[in-house]
Structures are given as C-alpha cells and as structure tokens.
C-alpha cells in the first residue's frame, strides 16, 4: 500500500538521498489491510462467493447487508489486495487461496483463527501499550478474573470459537510435524492440550498405524469428540480429561505439546517439560512446537509478536527461542534434543527419555 503522504515524500526523500518512508508507512496503516480481511472473513464474504458467485457488488451487498456507500470500496480494495478477483462484467468471485481456505464448510479452512483475530485479539491489541507499562494481560482476565482459560471456557461460544481457532491456526504444522518425525517408529501420541484436536487428526490421518489421545480440560471433550466423528477417527482418537498440572499425563509413547509452552511463564514451563519426561517410557518422545523465536531474536517477526500476544492474552506467557527450549529439556532430563523447523515460523524441539 502506497499511501499519499507517500507519494508525495518519496521524490523529496529520494531527491535528497535519504531513504523513502514506504516501509514505515506501510507498517503503520497495516491494520487497514489487516481490519479488511478480518470484517470479509466475519461477514462470511468468501463462503458466499462459493455458494452464489460470481456475484455483482449489489447482489453481494444485499446478502450481506452491507451500506451501498461501503460495498464498491469494500469489494475492490479486496481485489488489489489479492484476496478477491473481478471479472470484466465487474462480477466478484474467490481466488483459488480463499476459496481453499476462507470458506467455511472447507476442511482446508483456516478463518477459525481471524474470527477470534477479529473478535478478540483485534480490540484487545488496542490496549498494547497499556500491556507494555504495566505487563497485565489486556484480554478478558484484565480485571483480574480467574485466568484465560477459566474466562474463555465460560462462555460455550467462546470456547468453541477459541477451539475451533487453534485447529486453524495449527493445520499446517501439523501436517509438517506428521511428514518430519519418524512416527513408524511409535505406535501411540498424546497431545497435551489438544484443544478440538486438529493436530491430532493430522497426525492419524497420515500415520495409519497410531492410536491417539487427546488430553484437556473437561469442557473441551464434547468438542472434541464431535471434532473425531467429523473426521471418522472416532475409532483412534480418544479424549482424556485433565489438569496438566495437577493431574497425571497420559501414556503414551510420543507426547506432543503445541501452542502449550508460550501459555505459561518459566516455573510453569519447566514444571511441564518434568511432567513429560517422568510420564514417557524409555526411548519415547516429546515433541513441543511453537512459533520459536531465531536464536538471534532478529528474524522470526512473527514469533517475537506472538509473545506480544501472550503479554496481551496470559499473566506470564512468553515465546522463546529453540535454543532456548532444548536448554530447558535438557534440564528437564531429555537426551538427543533438536530443533527442526516445520512449516513458516513454526519450528518443533524433540527430545527422547
Ligand atoms: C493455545 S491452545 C493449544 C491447542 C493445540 N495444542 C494447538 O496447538 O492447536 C492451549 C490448550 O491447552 C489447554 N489447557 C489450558 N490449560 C490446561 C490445563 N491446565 N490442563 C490441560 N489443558 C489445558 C486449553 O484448553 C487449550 O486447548
């Protein structure tokens, strides 16, 4: 996006041979881009698009109640964003990247994720520099409720909404995680917070071998196991109910742990990894995965913002480095630990008991 302050600085920068501000601008008005998105994935623009398009602006605005002054601009600034195409009769329709993941009855789809941007995290984020003085998180628990979990779960629209997220958000490295870990080798995985279970169906699905648990709190499990019958692995993945810090893991010989470690600050994350290890078998694995930081903490952007997330959304959360996690295995009493990346800023430690 070039905007006209843009336009108008950039001869002037470049005429006295300094930088342009095209970058820094562009940073800055992101959240446009970003709010666009998020408000077609709510309105449902692209799920319609696949049922009824191609379809005029006029049509679309009626389906989605939208005010003729908004459609035009709304419409074809998702166009020059490549998130929409047009036709030459100005008829509207998916690109083959929305349509394989922003509608909604897709298996492929990925919009649980910016629901919750949009419902939660985009007005919670408004309130990061309050986040940045005092460390408080600036979610629902903000005026001290119980925690994250206890305030999300609540709420059963919440809750399924949050759950349904994290299986968006965690497909794709899911899918990595099962092509990359030497799963022939191990005939049972647990996932330790499993949330709908999406990283699980992943992993069974591809390795036709394994049996699977899913290990969360108690309200997740209706979810979770309409989420297996959905997806005819009822047979081989099944829920278990659990504190991961008051109660016992399950056996299992992989333990997978994702999204789980960031939640929490470093007491809690060295309590877990202790957990784990004391409940493999030898030889078994524990695979953690987040979005870890580069070693250097100059790179993976969105790791380090992910952290800002947890800052926003936890009492002490952090993401962390892969050194910083195999170090802490390690204390843990792992042995063999590595760090392999999965899929963009994701990357997984395995250690062995
Ligand atoms: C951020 S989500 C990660 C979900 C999933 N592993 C993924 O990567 O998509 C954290 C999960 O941990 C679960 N959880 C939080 N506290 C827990 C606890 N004390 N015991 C068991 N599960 C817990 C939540 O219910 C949620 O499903």
């Not at 709420?155 to 299986?167: I, N």
């Not at 169906?201 to 196991?225: M, N, S, T, Y």
């Not at 996690?325 to 063999?336: I, K, L, Q, Y």
Request: with cysteine; net charge negative.
């Amino acid at each position: 996006m070039i905007t006209d302050t843009a336009i108008a600085e950039r001869p002037a920068a470049e005429q006295a041979g300094m930088p342009a501000p095209d970058a820094i601008l562009q940073l800055g008005f992101a959240f446009w881009q970003s709010k666009t998105l998020l408000s077609a994935v709510e309105l449902g623009l692209f799920t319609l698009l696949e049922e009824a398009g191609p379809l005029p602006a006029e049509a679309i605005g009626e389906r989605l109640s939208l005010h003729p002054r908004a459609q035009r601009d709304f419409l074809d600034a998702l166009v020059a964003l490549r998130m929409l195409r047009r036709d030459a009769e100005g008829r509207y329709a998916n690109t083959p990247e929305t349509a394989l993941y922003l509608v909604r009855s897709r298996p492929s789809y990925v919009g649980g994720m910016l629901e919750m941007a949009n419902a939660r995290l985009y007005p919670y984020w408004g309130r990061l520099t309050d986040g940045l003085r005092t460390g408080q998180p600036q979610n629902e628990i903000r005026d001290d409720r119980p925690g994250l979990f206890e305030a999300l779960y609540a709420d059963p629209a919440a809750l399924e909404g949050f759950l349904r997220a994290m299986t968006g958000l965690s497909r794709p490295t899911a899918r990595a995680m099962a092509g990359l870990f030497p799963w022939q080798e191990h005939r049972s995985v647990a996932d330790i917070g499993c949330a709908q279970g999406g990283c699980l169906a992943e992993i069974l699905r591809a390795h036709p071998h394994l049996e699977g648990i899913g290990f969360d709190l108690p309200q997740v499990g209706p979810i979770f196991e309409a989420f297996a019958r959905e997806q005819g692995l009822e047979r081989r993945m099944r829920f278990r109910t659990g504190n991961f810090f008051t109660d016992p893991l399950p056996a299992a010989d992989v333990l997978v742990m994702g999204h789980i470690l960031h939640d929490w600050d470093l007491a809690e994350k060295l309590a877990l990894l202790r957990k784990a290890h004391a409940a493999l078998p030898p030889g078994g694995a524990l695979i953690v995965y987040d979005a870890m930081i580069d070693d250097e903490r100059r790179e993976n952007a969105y790791g380090l913002l992910m952290s800002l997330n947890m800052l926003i959304e936890t009492p002490g959360g952090f993401d962390y480095t892969g050194a910083d996690c195999a170090g802490w295995m390690r204390e843990a009493g792992f042995r063999s630990v590595r760090v392999q990346p999965l899929q963009g800023p994701y990357a997984m430690a395995v250690g062995l008991r």
